[in-house]
């Protein structure tokens, strides 16, 4: 029998299913799962079939961080210099939307895991928070960067600074989760949510996703912000917006309908 895969990679049409294979362990990301990881999510923006990603973690717990075992007795010599993310894709800028799927636990790099996807569908019972707080472990991956973007800089300092959890209702009045749906519904309602973003024209969808991520988290300016929007976006109206206010005019669309496609059928709908 061949060693078990650290990462599971399944492609389901345009959406490309990446799970964390650590359940033995909720510190489920040591070197070699982190290496996985990010070739898997290169793998992902080299595949031209595929649109958007769902991240998730197998066993029940999105991710609870780094493997502090190895940590304690293996330190891996590559972090004293800046490149790859501990925790794998964290420094990899995704071409293409990735959803995460948290049940059970996203806690420290875990948590900063999920701030490194774009959209959070999270359980009713789920927790996040800074937990690496308690033992002197600092957010290399993203966590002081996203965080204050995503929810604001008073909350982001209340979450990093205590270390304290943060329940999934609170999280998403916060803004921090995308959806807040049932238990052992997060991997098939973040399907659910890709299955939305894969029906839209894929070009003007990453077009305006690459400009709001420069606004809010590369922009020194708001004119660079707004020079980039244009450049960035313009060229999208010759390839999808004129063949779109085609379909408009044609009725398609029409009193706010998104439902501009058949339905592309949910393989994790067992788990809705």
Request: hydrophobic content about 40%; charged content about 20%; proline content about 5%.
């Amino acid at each position: 029998m061949g060693a078990k895969e650290l990462v599971v990679v399944e492609r389901h049409s345009a959406i490309t299913m990446i799970g964390i294979n650590r359940p033995e362990a909720r510190n489920c990301i040591n070197t070699p799962t982190a290496n996985a990881l990010l070739k898997a999510f290169k793998d992902f923006n080299a595949d031209d079939e595929a649109k958007v990603a769902v991240l998730y973690g197998v066993g029940g717990n999105f991710c609870a961080g780094y493997d502090l075992k190895e940590l304690a007795h293996n330190p891996p010599t590559f972090l004293a210099q800046y490149g790859r993310g501990p925790m794998g894709p964290t420094r990899y800028e995704s071409e293409k939307p990735v959803i995460a799927a948290v049940e059970g636990f996203a806690v420290a790099g875990g948590l900063e895991l999920a701030l490194w996807c774009d959209l959070r569908v999270i359980e009713e019972n789920a927790v996040m928070g800074v937990f690496c707080r308690r033992f002197g472990v600092p957010l290399i991956d993203g966590g002081t960067v996203r965080l204050p973007a995503i929810v604001g800089l008073g909350r982001a300092l209340d979450l990093i600074l205590t270390g304290r959890p943060i329940k999934a209702k609170e999280a998403y009045e916060w803004g921090l989760a995308t959806q807040m749906v049932a238990i052992g519904t997060a991997v098939g309602g973040a399907y659910n949510l890709a299955q939305c973003l894969v029906k839209f024209p894929q070009e003007c969808l990453q077009a305006d996703r690459r400009s709001t991520l420069n606004a809010a988290l590369s922009s020194p300016t708001l004119q660079e912000a707004l020079t980039f929007e244009h450049n960035n976006g313009f060229p999208v109206v010759a390839k999808e917006s004129i063949h779109g206010a085609q379909k408009f005019t044609d009725g398609v669309g029409r009193h706010g309908k998104f439902n501009l496609h058949s339905n592309l059928g949910n393989p994790y709908k067992a788990k809705l």
